[in-house]
């Protein structure tokens, strides 16, 4: 089980993988009950993809105010080693 900033996540988990990022199934331990997803990217594929990423999280940031089964939200952007 991998840990950081309270969210908690299994690489067995797997959900899938984009351009430059690979997701999963994990758990936030404040709000067990709420299905989350945890996108990982790796730092060497972040220089290629900076652009696309900030324009992700500022689509992301936006759709965070609706409520729709098929939306996802962004909790949190966290910056790990």
């Known amino acids: ?23 999963y199934k994990g758990r936030y331990r404040d709000k067990p009950d709420i299905p989350i997803a945890i996108k990982s990217i790796a730092k060497k594929n972040l220089s290629k993809s900076k652009n ?11 759709l965070s105010g609706l409520e729709h089964e098929n939306l996802v939200g962004l909790l949190k952007c966290v910056e790990t080693t």
């Open 52 to 62: 696309l990423l900030g324009k992700e999280i500022k689509i992301l940031k936006e």
């Open 1 to 23: 089980m991998e840990s950081f900033d309270g969210f908690e996540y299994n690489k067995k988990d797997l959900i899938g993988h984009g351009a430059f990022a690979i997701v």
